[in-house]
């Protein structure tokens, strides 16, 4: 079955980086897309970054141009490296298959806070 294991979240300070890591298993990794999303405490899932099987990439307006989404198929790993990190961006990180919410993980925690 699918499986998804985040890591890499933790506490930075404001203008800091961190870069999240997402092991896959369980189903086809070079064919499928995959994405990032978030959810902050008290709020709706957020979209952050999506990269398609053709390494076609997109971003949320909200962290387009600080994160860079990237995949290595050959290790079935989904990256996401985030740079000038603001205290907005402090949620759950979780990776999904294909915009399916069924398919997160228990997602890594990232905190940015002086």
């Known amino acids: 079955q699918v499986q998804l294991v985040e890591s890499g979240g933790g506490l930075v300070q404001p203008g800091g980086s961190l870069t999240l890591s997402c092991a896959a298993s369980?189903?086809?990794?070079?064919?499928?897309?995959m994405g990032w999303v978030r959810q902050a405490p008290g709020q709706s899932s957020e979209w952050v970054a999506y990269?398609?099987?053709?390494?076609?990439?997109s971003y949320g307006r909200s962290v387009a141009g600080r994160f860079t989404i990237s995949r290595d198929n050959n290790k079935n790993t989904l990256a996401l490296q985030m740079n000038n990190l603001k205290p907005e961006d402090t949620a759950i990180y979780y990776c999904?298959?294909?915009?399916?919410?069924?398919?997160r993980g228990r997602g890594t925690q990232v905190t940015v806070s002086s």
């Open positions: 369980g189903f086809p990794f070079a064919s499928s897309d």
């Open positions: 990269i398609t099987s053709k390494q076609v990439k």
């Open positions: 999904e298959k294909s915009l399916d919410p069924q398919s």
